[in-house]
């Protein structure tokens, strides 16, 4: 097997069970290395670490997978770690038609792939090459263990680059489902009423379909929506409005730049809350906020959950400036007492870093702010303590005097 040589000193994050090996770290690549290949580790002194992915193009040139020298990276290690993930979301996915990440890459045991769950529908991203060679033995087990309609693939085109992928869409296996795919999204309350139930396109949309990671967060900030006039700024499907509508707010404003996004939005909050007051707007949320406090418009409820604006440590000043620009405007733009709703999904935005920056925004805005709650991603994207990276999103919940 070929094998990867660390430099002296660069073995203590290894130890640490760190999932990842940046090229930076490595002496030497012994052996014939293919891509995609299981690859094992050396510290400087000789002595077996890990084993992992081999990503030849990558500057994570090896994604590890087992501490464990006996375990080969076989279909027998593929199947014990999708059981294993499927077991942990068994009290969370339960009925037909929920929605749930099943398997969240790294914090999963299984780097590189994402598995989501649209009702009898799966959807997933393969993002190292590793995964790419599996695809057939993975959905091979995957029909084995879940028994779904149809597969989807929607390899991230951003991460596929960066890995020197192509990057894969569309129908893997079995049928594509007529029109919509119509879920559940997790909950945490206990069920009142009747579901909310929720239109994904599996096809066309963002991402595997849906941005699975907010569900909770869109009951959370909805507690707050009672009675309020709510700006959902960059809805996509319209998860925050729905649940706003439901526990009755006023009003409800969704902006985003995407038109499929807001036809999406429109449908969802319609049969979640017939006859709720709703605004789309197709735009530009930063040139809409400038226009709105132009127009000295007001609301109780601001919500920003913008894309990911860091792509890499060199954008990240960029990305600085953007989530302040966005968080200043949403604070002009509240009554006093009202609720900002702040989220960044940048992982290379660190959760104390994107709280100054709110800082700053409310500095310069000259409001006070109170920090209320603090929210993450819903708990089918677990957060594995040796890789402090699976924790990407936050969410600040303020209240804006
Ligand atoms: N809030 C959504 C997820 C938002 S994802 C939910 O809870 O499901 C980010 C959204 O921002 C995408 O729908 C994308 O189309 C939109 N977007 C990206 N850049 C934008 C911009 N400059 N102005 C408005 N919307 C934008």
New binding site residues.
Partial sequence: MPSILLRSGRERSLQQRHPWVFSGAIAAVRGNANNGQSIDVYAANGEWLARGFYSANSQIQVRLATWEAEQPLDEAWLQSRLTRALAGRAHLASQPHHACRLVFSEADGLPGLIVDRYGQYLSIQCLIPAMVERRDTLIALLVEMLAPEGIYEHSDAEICTREGLTPHEGLLWGRPPEGHVLVEPLTRASAQGSPTVLRVDLAGG?KTGH?LD?AYN?ERVAVYCHQAEVLDG????G??SVAAARAGASRMTL????AA?LDLARANVGANAPGADVELVDG???QILRQYREQARRFDVVIL???KFAHSQRHLERAARGYKDINLLAMQLLRPGGILATFSCSGLVAPDLFQKIVAGAARDARREVQLIERLTQSSDHPVLLTFPESEYLKGLLCRVW
């Avoid at 902006?255 to 995407?258: A, F, L, N, P, R």
């Fill in positions: 963002q941005y907010q869109h960059f809805c996509y499907s998860g925050f902006i985003d730049s995407s996004a530009d949320m930063f959950d913008p894309p």
